[in-house]
């Protein structure tokens, strides 16, 4: 949302790049304690799908590239759209998944 605010002027760059930068770590230490939730309850598919993000993620954090610069967020507003829609993608996609497996599973356990 701050990305397409600042895209139509909306909001300037210094609060946009803030509130980017603020949410940043949390969300990463989430989707790694999600990733190893899946691993210690023992769902693999889940786990083996959650991965990549946590290992993309793992990678921008080595890279210093995590956090949004205010100097450059109008050279990078593209691609900064094109990776948040690429995470809301993959974590809706997890979620659908959940949501399936979690009814799956009680409705097997109603079978019995």
Same mark, same amino acid.
């Given at each position: ?5 600042? =895209? !139509?002027?909306?909001? %300037?760059?210094?609060? +946009? /790049? +803030?509130?980017? %930068?603020?949410?940043?770590?949390? @969300? #990463? ?5 999600? /990733?190893?939730?899946?691993?210690? +309850?023992g769902h693999w598919a889940m786990f083996l799908l959650s991965v990549p993000m946590?290992?993309?993620n793992y990678t921008l954090y080595q890279r210093r590239q995590h956090l949004v610069?205010?100097? =450059?967020? !109008? %050279? ?9 829609? #690429? ?17 799956? +599973?009680?409705? /097997? @356990? @109603?079978? @019995?």
């Amino acid at each position: 949302m701050c990305l397409a605010d600042l =895209e !139509f002027d909306y909001i %300037n760059p210094f609060d +946009s /790049s +803030s509130r980017i %930068n603020k949410v940043v770590m949390p @969300e #990463f230490v989430l989707q790694a304690l999600l /990733s190893v939730l899946f691993l210690l +309850s023992g769902h693999w598919a889940m786990f083996l799908l959650s991965v990549p993000m946590v290992y993309y993620n793992y990678t921008l954090y080595q890279r210093r590239q995590h956090l949004v610069d205010v100097t =450059e967020i !109008f %050279n990078q507003l593209g691609r900064e759209k094109k990776r948040r829609l #690429f995470k809301i993608v993959s974590l809706i996609i997890l979620l659908f998944l959940s949501l399936f497996w979690m009814i799956w +599973s009680v409705l /097997s @356990e @109603e079978d @019995e």
